[in-house]
T-cell receptor, first 113, second 117 residues
Framework: KNQVEQSPQSLIILEGKNCTLQCNYTVSPFSNLRWYKQDTGRGPVSLTIMTFSENTKSNGRYTATLDADTKQSSLHITASQLSDSASYICVVSSGGGADGLTFGKGTHLIIQP | GAVVSQHPSRVICKSGTSVKIECRSLDFQATTMFWYRQFPKQSLMLMATSNEGSKATYEQGVEKDKFLINHASLTLSTLTVTSAHPEDSSFYIC?????????????FGPGTRLTVL
């Protein structure tokens, strides 16, 4: 069964600090991995997408890494801001549409001033 | 670009009534739209795949007679929750697959919070 596990479940850090969120997956076949940011009461917004051959992708202060051999990904947030408070969801695609997507439960990140 | 809207953003209704939620792709055409349900602190769960001009495909365990989906145009899909009950209270999110992109490219709407009293 395809699964995506994210850790930690929740995280509280001070504004300005860095943090790293983890995503481990057992999805086969593998097409791509995406990180989404979901603000409370809003839909997910894509941050990064990585295919098998990519091992790092940046989007501003967000940097995602992918190790396809160990089936692990991380999302690193640099110099956190209050607006980074949200849930971060890891989604792995097997290709072929929405039924080929496996969603993680997300990491709930809180940035404190 | 690639904006998806949902209407209403939140709705409160009495048990037994029906509620319609609209999902629109504002600046692109989508042959396929998807409907998800998300409970608090849970991941998005795919309910159904909506294809323009044809019947929706429902995931296992989702009642097609309770969650009616209509995809009448390349920019609009609707989800109607019929005879809603308190257990249907949830956050409903749609996404759309642009007609000119790969099948796993989705843009999500902002979601609709449904509360059934």
């Amino acid at each position: 069964k395809n699964q995506v596990e994210q850790s930690p479940q929740s995280l509280i850090i001070l504004e300005g600090k860095n943090c790293t969120l983890q995503c481990n997956y057992t999805v086969s076949p593998f097409s791509n991995l995406r990180w989404y940011k979901q603000d409370t009461g809003r839909g997910p917004v894509s941050l990064t997408i990585m295919t098998f051959s990519e091992n790092t992708k940046s989007n501003g202060r967000y940097t995602a890494t992918l190790d396809a051999d160990t089936k692990q990904s991380s999302l690193h947030i640099t110099a956190s801001q209050l607006s980074d408070s949200a849930s971060y969801i890891c989604v792995v695609s097997s290709g072929g549409g929405a039924d080929g997507l496996t969603f993680g439960k997300g990491t709930h990140l809180i940035i404190q001033p | 670009g690639a904006v998806v809207s949902q209407h209403p953003s939140r709705v409160i209704c009495k048990s037994g009534t029906s509620v319609k939620i609209e999902c629109r792709s504002l600046d692109f055409q989508a042959t396929t739209m998807f409907w998800y349900r998300q409970f608090p602190k849970q991941s998005l769960m795919l309910m159904a795949t909506s294809n323009e001009g044809s019947k929706a495909t429902y995931e296992q365990g989702v009642e097609k007679d309770k969650f009616l989906i209509n995809h009448a145009s390349l920019t609009l899909s609707t989800l109607t929750v019929t005879s809603a009950h308190p257990e249907d209270s949830s956050f409903y999110i749609c996404s759309a697959n642009p007609i000119d992109r790969g099948t796993d490219t989705q843009y999500f709407g902002p979601g609709t919070r449904l509360t059934v009293l």
